[in-house]
Each structure stands twice: as C-alpha cells, then as structure tokens.
C-alpha cells in the first residue's frame, strides 16, 4: 500500500514562499513519474509540476521560473514555490505511480493573501 503524505501548506502574502512536503511510504524512485497538482475552487485538478527518478522535470506554464520540483531523503518530494500570486491559492496534491496504479495524498491548501 502506498501512501503519500503532503504538508508545509499554509497562509502566505504575495510575493511569498512556501516549500511543499511530499512524505512517501516507499522510495520516490519506486514511484516515478510524481507530479505535484493543485485544485482550485470550482476548477478541476491540474499538474503544477512533473518529476521522473531520471531527473527529468516538466512545469505549467504558470509556475515556470517561479517553481521548483525536487526529490530528496529517497522519500520525500519538494515543491519550492515563490513569488506566490493570489492565482496559486488551491489544495495541492501530490501524486506517485506505481504498477499501473496511481496514488494521490490529501492534499495541503496553500492560500495566497494580503
């Protein structure tokens, strides 16, 4: 059984940071690819960041230059986000692959507000 446990969500104003967790039950590597996804109210889910145990790395349009996707501790999975804008404000989620399965966490709401 695969679990996926986000955290690091919270309030933040914009123009700040925030480092997204991904805590995994097994190793990332075991898990790829893994995409970290947000969900904003009333829209459907969408991929913010896309990360493979090759090193490969794949981002929206919206979060380019400002997002980083990153795995570390072989069971844990980053989203450093900065320069954060009201438009990020949604439950992110983190997902993993595995055996033609797909995982997701419960995601951690991360609001962008003044």
């Known amino acids: 059984q695969v679990q996926l446990v986000e955290s690091g969500g919270g309030l933040v104003q914009p123009g700040g940071s925030l480092t997204l967790s991904c805590s995994a039950s097994m190793s990332i590597l075991r898990l790829s690819p893994m995409g970290w996804y947000c969900q904003a109210p009333g829209k459907q889910r969408e991929l913010v960041a896309r990360w493979t145990n090759t090193g490969e790395t794949d981002y929206a349009d919206s979060v380019k230059g400002r997002f980083t996707i990153s795995g570390a501790d072989d069971r844990i999975l980053y989203l450093q986000m900065s320069d954060l804008n009201p438009a990020d404000t949604a439950v992110y989620y983190c997902?993993?692959?595995?055996?033609?399965?797909?995982?997701w966490g419960q995601g951690t709401q991360v609001t962008v507000s003044s």
């Open positions: 997902s993993g692959k595995r055996a033609a399965m797909t995982y």
